[in-house]
């Protein structure tokens, strides 16, 4: 399992125990089905954005998208040079 997906889905397993949700429970409340939040919890790599903001918003988490710092050299220039800001 990728990395990125084995995390999420001990931080959603956690949060969720520790409000005493059932699987159910946290589908009902975020609209999503629980069979969505089983395969969110099993790190599933393939789902779908908008249902996983949902169940980590009920969840009063949230995901961020960050740089890697090993990657950030490889970071192509926009073109032109600029920064998006026009000149």
Not at 7 to 28: G, H, I, K, M, N
Not at 52 to 62: D, H, K, N, S, Y
């Amino acid at each position: 399992m990728d990395e990125l997906p084995k995390r999420l889905a001990a931080e959603v397993r956690a949060r969720r125990a520790s409000l005493r949700l059932t699987q159910r429970d946290l589908a009902d409340m975020a609209g999503v089905s629980e069979r969505f939040v089983r395969f969110v919890e099993q790190g599933k790599p393939s789902i779908q954005l908008d249902s996983l903001v949902a169940v980590l918003g009920t969840l009063g988490l949230e995901l961020q998208v960050t740089g890697r710092a090993s990657q950030a050299s490889r970071v192509a220039q926009p073109p032109g040079g600029q920064d998006g800001a026009g000149s």
